[in-house]
């Protein structure tokens, strides 16, 4: 299984927002409606900020939102705030497997 | 409140063996698929294992089949990881995590740290 597609970095200033792709191919993104995303600061575990595409668990502030398109899934982040700078990953149900993105390091300016 | 506690990572030469514990507390452990991803030192989270909520199910990734094998106890709530024939490349920590429909993570373990070095 190859790793999804994410950009290395984004950035945007305070209030702003932003978007984070991650593209697969037909055989994850492209066939399964369960895309997840998680955040993850420096030396702390991951959390989960959104599944199934574009779900929020308990908790989360609507500020993040996610989508799908074809083989490319989206995060997006409104409003960013300097709380929200932390690396994003991606993940995609194979089949009987697990694909992450390699992780996405957003910057707020 | 869901926690997940992991142990047993450590420092081992490469071709030895290790196994990892995560001890689950807060849910049915019984009732929930879990798995195993891992990130090696300034890289990104790595699917490597998941078994199903009865045992009778179990998926690797290409990377670590046929070394490592996963496991659970729904008597004690504790999930393991056998890790044999280690190698530098496994270097990494491990987080175990629950699992909700289609393989997502819902709750993460803090991770241990497994260090494979000469």
């Known amino acids: 299984q190859s790793a999804l597609t994410q950009p290395r970095s984004v950035s945007g200033s305070p209030g702003q927002s932003v978007t984070i792709s991650c593209t697969g191919t037909?055989?994850?993104?492209?066939?399964?409606?369960?895309v997840s995303w998680y955040q993850q600061y420096p030396g702390k575990a991951p959390k989960l900020m959104i599944y199934d595409v574009s779900k929020r668990p308990s908790g989360v502030p609507d500020r993040f939102s996610g989508s799908k398109s074809d083989n490319t899934a989206s995060l997006t982040i409104s409003g960013l705030q300097a709380e929200d700078e932390a690396d994003y990953y991606c993940c995609s149900y194979a089949g009987s497997s697990v694909v992450f993105g390699g992780g996405t390091k957003l910057t707020v300016l | 409140e869901v926690q997940l506690l992991e142990s047993g990572g450590g420092l081992v030469q490469p071709g030895e063996s290790l196994r990892l514990s995560c001890a689950a507390s807060?849910?049915?452990?019984?009732?929930?698929?879990m798995g195993w991803v891992r990130q090696a030192p300034g890289e990104g989270l790595e699917w490597i294992s998941s078994i199903s909520v009865g045992g009778d199910g179990t998926y690797y990734a290409d990377s670590v089949k046929g070394r490592f094998t996963i496991s659970r106890d729904n008597s004690k709530n504790i999930l393991y990881l056998q890790m044999n024939s280690l190698r530098a490349e496994d270097t990494a920590a491990y987080y175990c995590a629950k699992q909700v429909r289609g393989w997502q993570f819902d709750y993460w373990g803090q991770g241990t740290l497994v260090t494979v070095s000469s």
């Open positions: 807060g849910f049915t452990f019984r009732s929930s698929a």
């Open positions: 037909s055989s994850d993104v492209g066939t399964y409606n369960y």
